[in-house]
Structure formats: structure tokens, C-alpha cells
């Protein structure tokens, strides 16, 4: 069988992978990022929205490219089409763009690629590599052939499915009320406010919420994620977005480009995602926000923490959860407060009926924002509707 040797094999080539890789890589760790698919960022499992806020941040040069639509800001719409409008007079940078997420995330790869990563397609993870107890690379299959690939670390960047992280061990199970089950098309020959991005509430996606997210001046991302629980039959969230569709002017008689149907975690922080040898990040760690099931912004920032890791791991000779702690305690720094907060604010949002959900929506256009946020926004809430929020007041 034919082995390969490297400091780290990252596994999975999305945005989590390919920022862990390429932070690593700069800190002169050799890396080997293997991706199971024969295209990176294909097929397109997202509404592909970005905030401005981090991309700096995490060294993302913006590139007109990967750019589908500059946005002007976001609409919150009620059942019965109350709305609040988002700008960047109120949210700044948390405006942002919706992306080719095909160019995007081939982007993020071309940049890890250029700091020495070695990158292969069609690579898919067979299992983990176990020597003397201990985590010592993995078992893949790489066009058709059995190979091993030796690392000194395994990082888990293979999403919502994750199988590092239940080969190693570590508990990514979820139960079915932190589960959104999701479908979109791309829809054309429609007639819409392609300036903004849409997000309605209600029972018209149950326990979720509808997406509009412009891509052209005529078609769009349209799409909705249902809480699983509140899923009677198979074809429900199809059936949903086809109802939804039919009855909005505008977008009753667009057609249908492409069509996606996938599952998004929402649900609170994991205790841990991390073991010796072993770092998992992105949508396979559970980073996902609860509130909006939107992942990149997190999964880039957490493969940042994850790199830097690793590159002092290379520098230490020392691969375990000595170093890896700090992985764990950066990113719980940065996003575990916020990930809690929006995962109660969920679990309170996924109980309100239409007639609250309307009334909350238009407290919070009447009041006003001075920078938008979910904390801010569950602030006025607290102002307006305090019972709604008391079981997590203490973190607004």
C-alpha cells in the first residue's frame, strides 16, 4: 500500500480546511489537505451570503471574482410582512456580499496552495491510523487506490457529517430539535429587491425561516431550512419552499436553475472538539450559528485558531492537547458566548407563533437598532417583550 508522510493531513477542502491548512502552511507546517470531491466548492450546499467584517482578519484578499452581488443590507420580514431593514448605517461590515461560493471556496484553496499545502482531489477518508494508542494519520482512497497518509495531526474539516470526528471518538451527535433539514433553488425569471437579502419568519418554514439571497438582477438563491422535528414527511421542506414561492409576487413565475437539499446544525457548543492529534473545525465541529445556520465567517476564523495551533505544534514537536488547548480556548473566546446566546434565542424563536413573530418584528423596525446584532436585537425584545426572553436575560 502506498504511504505518504506529512506534519499535518487536513481532511475535507472547504473554508474550514483550507484556512487550517493555509495558516498552518505559513507557520511551516507540511501539509496534506485531501477533498473527497472531484471540485472544490462543488456542488454549492449554501446560500452563499458573507459579512466584510472578518475576511481581514483571517487574510482574505477580496477578489471580484468569487463576488455574486454586493448587498445594501438585509430585510427581516414577519408573517404578515411586517419589515425591518438592515443597512450599513446599522450594521457596518456585517453587511456584506453574496459569493460564488464555486470561486470562493477554490479562492481559499489557491491561498493555502500557494503556502505549500499539497492538495488532493478525489481523496476520500477511509479511517483513522492508530499507533501505540495514539492517532498517527489516516486511511484513505485516492482515485480508486488505497493509500495511508502519515501525519503527526488529523484535522476533521468534513462538515456536517463528519466521520473523524466519530472514528476518534468524539460525541458530534445531534439531536433532531438542533437539526434544520434544507432545501433551495436557484431561481431565474424573477422579479425581486436584489439589493437585500430576505429573511422571512413563520410558519411559512416551521421552526426555521425562508432566504431569498440575490445572485443577479433576476435570479436568486431561494431556499428555506424546517426544523426536523416539525418535518411529517420526506418532501415537506420542497413542498414548503413550492408554496411559499407560488404565492409570492415576483417569484411565481421563476424557474428553477439548480436545486440543493441538505442538513445544517443549530445546535449549542460541543464540550470538546479537540483530542491529541486531533483538531476538528468548521461544520464538523459544530461551529455553525444557531440562529442563522450560516457557517463560513466561524469555520474560517476557527481554522485560523486551528493553524496557528498546529504551527506551534511543529515548532513544540509537541501534537497534543498541550498545544491544542489553546485552539480550543481562542475559538471558545471568540465565538462560545455567541453561540450559546443564539442557540437559547432558537430554542425560544422555534416556540413563537405568527401573531408574536409579527409583533416582535414590528417593535424592532418602530425602536431601531443602533448596530445590528442578535444580542442587540434580543435587547429590545427584553424592552419590549421581557417574558420572552428570561430564561437567558443574563446574556444579552
Not at 182 to 210: K, M, W
Not at 320 to 345: C, G, I, P, S
Request: proline share 3%; net charge negative.
Amino acid at each position: 500500500m502506498k504511504q505518504m508522510k506529512c506534519d499535518a493531513v487536513v481532511v475535507g477542502a472547504g473554508p474550514a480546511g483550507s484556512m487550517t491548512a493555509k495558516w498552518a502552511a505559513m507557520g511551516g507546517v507540511d501539509v496534506i489537505m485531501i477533498e473527497k470531491r472531484q471540485e472544490i466548492g462543488s456542488p454549492i450546499r449554501c446560500g452563499e451570503g458573507i459579512s466584510k467584517a472578518w475576511l481581514e482578519e483571517v487574510g482574505i484578499e477580496v477578489d471580484p471574482k468569487w463576488i455574486a452581488r454586493d448587498i445594501k443590507g438585509a430585510k427581516l420580514v414577519s408573517p404578515s410582512g411586517f419589515t425591518y431593514f438592515v443597512d450599513e448605517k446599522n450594521a457596518g461590515n456585517e453587511v456584506g456580499w453574496v459569493v460564488d461560493r464555486v470561486f470562493f471556496d477554490k479562492a481559499l484553496a489557491r491561498d493555502a496552495a500557494k503556502a505549500g499545502v499539497k492538495i488532493m482531489l478525489k481523496t476520500a477518508a477511509t479511517g483513522l491510523i492508530w499507533k501505540d494508542g495514539q492517532i498517527a494519520g489516516v486511511k484513505a482512497i485516492s482515485n480508486g487506490e488505497e493509500i495511508e497518509i502519515l501525519a503527526d495531526a488529523v484535522i476533521g474539516a468534513d462538515g456536517f457529517e463528519s466521520q473523524i470526528a466519530r472514528w476518534a471518538g468524539i460525541d458530534t451527535s445531534l439531536k433532531a430539535n438542533d437539526i434544520l433539514t434544507c432545501f433551495q433553488y436557484r431561481l431565474t425569471n424573477i422579479e425581486y429587491d436584489h439589493d437585500y437579502c430576505e429573511f422571512v419568519l413563520g410558519s411559512a418554514a416551521p421552526g426555521g425561516y425562508v432566504w431569498v439571497f440575490p445572485k443577479t438582477e433576476d435570479t436568486a438563491n431561494v431556499g428555506l431550512g424546517i426544523l426536523t422535528p416539525l418535518i411529517k414527511n420526506s418532501g415537506d421542506p420542497k413542498a414548503y419552499l413550492d408554496k411559499f414561492i407560488a404565492e409570492t409576487p415576483g417569484l411565481q413565475n421563476g424557474q428553477p436553475l439548480e436545486s440543493v437539499a441538505g442538513a445544517v446544525s443549530v445546535c449549542a457548543p460541543l464540550d470538546s472538539v479537540s483530542m491529541d492529534h486531533l483538531m476538528l473545525v468548521g461544520d464538523a465541529a459544530r461551529q455553525i450559528d444557531p440562529i442563522t445556520g450560516g457557517g463560513i465567517s466561524n469555520s474560517c476564523v476557527a481554522g485560523m485558531f486551528a493553524g496557528k495551533a498546529l504551527a506551534k505544534a511543529k515548532e513544540t514537536n509537541d501534537y497534543t492537547m498541550n498545544v491544542f488547548q489553546e485552539y480550543e480556548d481562542n475559538w471558545r473566546d471568540r465565538l462560545e458566548n455567541k453561540l450559546w446566546r443564539n442557540w437559547m434565542a432558537k430554542e425560544k424563536l422555534v416556540t413563537l407563533d405568527d401573531s408574536i413573530l409579527d409583533t416582535l418584528i414590528k417593535s424592532i423596525s418602530e425602536v431601531g437598532v443602533e448596530k445590528l446584532s442578535v444580542r442587540n436585537l434580543l435587547a429590545i425584545v427584553k424592552q419590549t417583550h421581557p417574558e420572552l426572553v428570561k430564561e437567558f436575560e443574563d446574556l444579552i
